[in-house]
């Protein structure tokens, strides 16, 4: 009897039932929903954005590191020649961004001393791990700020969670992948003017040397035929290379964005499609499959309910994984202290104890 009241619990716990009075309701949100402010204190999103605040915050110190080390060793123990400060701080610039013009490892004779050459090998790689883990928070800090915009928009009387997400740009409705693209065109030709326009009046060049230089920079190519000579020059090109390139870098993540993001709409559409307007047998068993194979139970008549069906599909939509279900289902059963499958407000009151 055990196994059968067991096998019989449902794969996910009710919501309440909002037929109920809406004292009832309000009861169970205060007591049940909101309840696990009991166990955790403070609310997840507080947590989460503090974590992101903190990550952001020791990226900032890790990159701050990396200048310090650089401009000390390159402008007091650098052999056989020490840099100019402005030179350090332009040569750790120029690193960390991996333009690498090698202007001034000619000018200072790098090339020639085992010491530096040692030591710039071990400054460059150090330099490569830095900027995968700033554009990592960088790219967490978007994400973040793109959950709160969807958020936004789902507290809109008007918005339809099953229509597919577009933005309008210049009167045309566009995904969100190609809205990024068409938002980061203006962006990439203003950086492209900003570089060159400077660039041509501090060094005094031609347009065409200038947009050459700009062009080869902000991509980070860096062939070192054309670089900066004037104090002015080196100063400028500091800051344009790290905002430049990092302009650049989103534009390209963005561009490469956008065929990734019309197969994933293929394959979900595919996905979605699959049972059409009715179930066979196979596909009927292959769902109430899955909740095993997740150590979740399923009704012992053999059906499956609108919530079970949905977490089916979108474990086929790749939008969640059994890793990520079967620890949520952990949580579940530590906070169901009388093991009945349901979450109610004993459950609260005995963990609460």
């Not at 994400?143 to 339809?160: M, S």
Request: net charge negative; aromatic share 12%.
């Amino acid at each position: 009897m055990a196994t059968d009241a067991a096998a019989s619990k449902p794969l996910l716990p009710s919501a309440p039932d909002y037929g109920k009075s809406q004292s009832s309701v309000s009861e169970w949100e205060e007591d049940g929903y909101r309840g696990h402010s009991f166990f955790h204190g403070r609310n997840m999103a507080d947590e989460e954005k503090a974590a992101g605040g903190s990550m952001r915050w020791w990226a900032a110190a890790l990159i701050l590191f990396y200048f310090v080390l650089g401009v000390t060793y390159y402008t007091y123990f650098a052999d056989p020649e020490h840099f100019d400060f402005l030179d350090s701080v332009y040569f750790c610039v120029t690193t960390l961004t991996t333009v690498g013009y090698g202007d001034l490892n000619t000018k200072y004779d790098e090339d020639g001393s085992v010491q530096d050459m040692i030591f710039t090998s071990c400054f460059v790689l150090l330099g490569v791990g830095l900027i995968g883990t700033a554009l990592g928070v960088v790219m967490a800090y978007a994400l973040d700020q793109e959950d709160a915009i969807a958020a936004t928009l789902r507290e809109d009387d008007d918005f339809d969670p099953s229509a597919p997400r577009t933005e309008e740009v210049c009167g045309l409705h566009l995904s969100e992948a190609e809205a990024k693209v068409a938002f980061q065109v203006p962006m990439v030709c203003g950086l492209l003017a900003l570089g060159t326009v400077c660039y041509k009046f501090i060094e005094d060049t031609t347009v065409t040397v200038a947009f050459y230089w700009t062009a080869v920079s902000v991509t980070t190519v860096g062939y070192g035929d054309v670089f900066p000579s004037t104090r002015g020059g080196k100063i400028f090109a500091m800051f344009f290379l790290l905002g430049g390139c990092g302009v650049m870098a989103k534009a390209v993540g963005d561009v490469a964005g956008l065929p990734l993001e019309r197969r994933k709409r293929r394959n979900e559409q595919a996905v979605l499609a699959q049972y059409g307007e009715d179930l066979d047998p196979d596909e009927f068993h292959e769902i109430l499959t899955s909740f095993r194979d997740l150590g979740l139970a399923a009704a012992s008549d053999g059906s499956c309910s609108k919530t079970e069906f949905v977490l089916s599909m979108l474990l086929k939509l790749d939008r969640v994984n059994q890793h990520d279900i079967r620890r949520c289902a952990r949580v579940f059963d530590d906070l169901d202290i009388d093991k009945s499958g349901r979450l109610d407000k004993a459950d609260l009151t005995k963990k609460e104890s």
